[in-house]
């Protein structure tokens, strides 16, 4: 948690229901940490038949984040992330780089929607 | 006394007619009852004792052979030897020799086991009618290229030794010299690497679009699909097992698998399964037989071919394994050398030699065949691209 401390440098513009930068931010948290509870609540209900797969992406790696630095996108649905995710296998480094997601509001909460497409959406 | 000499003069003259195929053991090898080390053990044969090859497997890497007692008189032993620890001329080619079509690759009958079904599949798959239809769809109507192939798998499979050598020109194929036409037509698609081949990739993370290399993949677009986009190849070979039984059960395992078979086939390329090597002393070796065993009924469901080379790996030394327990042994060398017996002893070449064979088998009677008929007479092919067309931005 400390390093996450360090290494994370979360930009917010508040929103109601929460910050989705912040969201975009734990849900890569939870995502490197193969946290599948943490995961299941910040994930948007469309993708919710992906939990498996995306809680599996890390798991049995040695993953961290690094560098990152997550936006909101004016008042868009749209998070962009700099940095990038850090993945050891064996002595084998690999990095993930981070990029645009979409987040939707659920309920009142933001939740993680997978990447964003290309160019901005409306709210 | 009539018929012994009659017996002997046919044999002499069918074993010993060819001396190209006259070979010698460089070390002391075992003579099995068929093509495979499940079949009963017949003798042990000494480094240097001529024998005359009779016929070989669809590959080469089991060959029949005769020991006569001297030049041209009684049989003494007869049998089959792994073809990687014989000592070849170079005017041997397999090409010349016959084919084996009635001997299985395992006497399944040894082990009534979990084993028994993996011990049953072929190491070179037939090619299904189903994947017929499945080039003819993405060559017709989506346009692959016939001779693009590409790979998808882990880090065995990124591998830059996993058949990406088949660029080369400076590959030794001899005397497997008879697969050159299929490492001439598809090697140059090798050259470019695969997205859907990394290291620590999974049946999860190859749908994962955090795995798709961002410099080359859309926004969403998982690293599976953006490889078929951008080369829109006709085969895929496919390998995944060793990373997903640490994190998966076979249930899941299967149904990943199967979503990869899927969502090939509806981009019109043939999806080549591999079942894997493991070792049997290793603490998840029950789970990788559970894992092999799915593999193989997908393909049996999907009617899609399936590389064993769990089976074939088995008469390797310590299952063609590297000492990590894992990756397959190399054969210490950046080309594809396969003139020194390299598939007797690294899983790594003996892998690169099925997966060549397997394509050799799909060009000939999938891709060749629909280039011979009629109705491709309208659209010729190109058989012989200097590079193939990669479309390398999204």
């Known amino acids: 948690m400390l390093l996450l401390g360090i290494v994370l440098l979360v930009s917010c513009t508040s929103s109601g229901g929460g910050d989705p930068a912040k969201v975009v931010t734990q849900y890569l948290q939870a995502k490197v940490s193969a946290d599948q509870k943490t995961m299941q609540g910040l994930l948007c209900s469309s993708m919710e038949a992906n939990l498996e797969q995306e809680a599996s992406s890390f798991a049995g790696l040695d993953a961290k984040l690094q560098d990152v630095t997550c936006t909101r996108q004016g008042d868009s649905n749209i998070v962009a992330c700099t940095g990038k995710i850090v993945a050891t296998y064996g002595t084998e480094q690999t990095d993930f780089p981070l990029v645009s997601y979409k987040v939707v509001q659920e309920d009142g909460a933001w939740k993680w929607c997978g990447e964003a497409d290309a160019g901005t959406e409306a709210p | 006394m009539v018929i012994l000499l009659a017996v002997g003069l046919w044999t002499a003259r069918v074993s010993f007619a060819d001396t190209r195929f006259v070979t010698t053991p460089y070390q002391q090898i075992v003579l099995y009852k068929g093509p495979g080390t499940t079949y009963l053990q017949l003798a042990k044969i000494q480094a240097g004792v001529p024998l005359t090859i009779i016929e070989r497997n669809s590959v080469g890497t089991w060959v029949h052979v005769q020991q006569a007692r ?131 990739m999974t049946t999860y993370t190859v749908f994962d679009p955090t795995w798709a290399d961002k410099s080359v993949c859309h926004p969403r677009e998982t690293p599976l699909d953006c490889e078929y986009r951008r080369k829109r190849p006709s085969i895929a070979l496919i390998m995944f097992g060793v990373n997903d039984l640490k994190r998966m059960d076979d249930v899941h395992f299967d149904q990943q698998m199967r979503k990869i078979v899927d969502d090939s086939i509806q981009h019109g390329v043939i999806p080549v399964l591999s079942t894997f090597s493991y070792d049997p002393a290793q603490p998840l070796w029950l789970q990788s037989v559970l894992f092999n065993r799915r593999l193989v009924k997908i393909a049996a469901d999907e009617q899609v071919p399936i590389i064993n080379l769990w089976l074939a790996a088995r008469s390797l030394p310590y299952y063609g394994l590297e000492d990590d327990d894992i990756h397959m042994k190399h054969w210490g060398f950046g080309y594809l050398k396969f003139d020194h017996g390299s598939a007797a002893y690294s899983g790594a070449a003996l892998r690169n030699l099925l997966s060549i064979r397997t394509l050799d088998e799909i060009r000939r009677t999938v891709i060749l065949n629909a280039q011979n008929s009629p109705a491709s007479a309208a659209t010729p092919e190109i058989t012989q691209p200097a590079t193939p067309e990669i479309t390398a931005s999204p």
């Open chain 2, 70 to 200: 001297n030049v041209g008189t009684t049989i003494i032993n007869d049998g089959w030897v792994i073809s990687g620890y014989l000592n070849f001329d170079l005017d041997f080619h397999f090409g010349d020799v016959p084919v084996n079509t009635t001997l299985p690759d395992a006497d399944a009958d040894s082990d009534m086991s979990q084993l028994h079904d993996l011990y049953l599949v072929p190491v070179i798959p037939t090619i299904s009618d189903a994947m017929r239809a499945v080039y003819q769809h993405g060559h017709d109507d989506l346009r692959n290229y016939s001779y693009v192939i590409t790979k998808v798998g882990d880090s065995m499979t990124a591998d830059d030794l996993y058949l990406k050598p088949m660029s080369r020109d400076d590959n030794v194929l001899r005397p497997y010299d008879y697969l050159g036409d299929a490492v001439s037509y598809f090697g140059a698609s090798t050259s470019v690497d695969s997205v859907a081949a990394r290291v620590g």
